[in-house]
């Protein structure tokens, strides 16, 4: 979605640009704009996405939990 968004945000440039008339060329320089908002809304939450943790946990990782300890510091000892 997020590249056809690209596209699109590149294809009202391209159309305010080449219109003759001040509303043609006003109406696509917003749609551009607008489309520069939108794509780069979409490219950073695919980011974001792409590096969150899951929102699920295991079976341990509960069973840590219902004792009390903490389920995503496996490895650290307690002091």
Same mark, same amino acid.
């Given at each position: ?13 391209? /159309? ?12 696509? /320089? #917003?749609?551009?704009?607008?489309? $520069? $908002?939108?794509?780069? #809304? ?14 699920? /946990? ?22």
């Amino acid at each position: 979605m997020r590249w056809l968004l690209f596209v699109l945000t590149l294809f009202a440039f391209v /159309l305010c640009f080449t219109r003759h008339s001040a509303g043609a060329w006003g109406f696509w /320089l #917003l749609m551009g704009f607008v489309g $520069i $908002i939108a794509t780069t #809304l979409a490219f950073a939450q695919a980011r974001l996405a792409g590096s969150s943790r899951v929102d699920s /946990l295991s079976e341990y990782d509960l069973m840590r939990l219902r004792e009390g300890k903490d389920p995503l510091n496996h490895d650290r000892p307690e002091r």
